[in-house]
């Protein structure tokens, strides 16, 4: 298993920008597709991106496309999220999560290994 740690969080002003890590340990990451999972309280955690060897990269609710960018430093083991533009809608707890393999899912029970979550608020 994976041991997956986020940072990068915190409170920006609306059109702000913010680039979250997730750095991968007990393991290299080629073997894994890489998602960012997004939570508020009393909703269900969302897929927001994933890279993997078979997708590339991709994004999952239509708000984040054009202003939410996936990629991954296998050399360091960490993948990351850079968010533009970003929007009082997009304040929550952002996981990163990994499963085996070269595919991505958008759906949570698709992945074994989680972070513990980042908080982002995105407030004036």
């Known amino acids: 298993h994976l041991q997956l740690v986020e940072s990068g969080g915190g409170l920006v002003q609306p059109g702000g920008s913010l680039r979250l890590s997730c750095v991968a340990s007990?393991?290299?990451?080629?073997?894994?597709?890489i998602a960012w999972f997004r939570q508020v309280p009393g909703k269900e955690r969302e897929a927001v991106s994933c890279t993997s060897g078979y997708d590339g990269s991709k994004n999952y609710p239509q708000s984040v496309e054009g202003r939410f960018t996936i990629s991954r430093d296998n050399a360091k083991n960490t993948v990351y999220l850079q968010m533009n533009s970003l929007e009082p809608e997009d304040t929550a707890v952002y996981y990163c999560?990994?499963?085996?393999?070269?595919?991505?899912?958008?759906?949570?029970?698709?992945?074994?290994?989680w972070g513990q979550g980042t908080q982002v608020t995105v407030s004036s």
């Open positions: 007990g393991g290299t990451l080629d073997r894994y597709a």
């Open positions: 999560a990994a499963s085996v393999g070269y595919v991505c899912y958008d759906v949570k029970r698709m992945y074994e290994d």
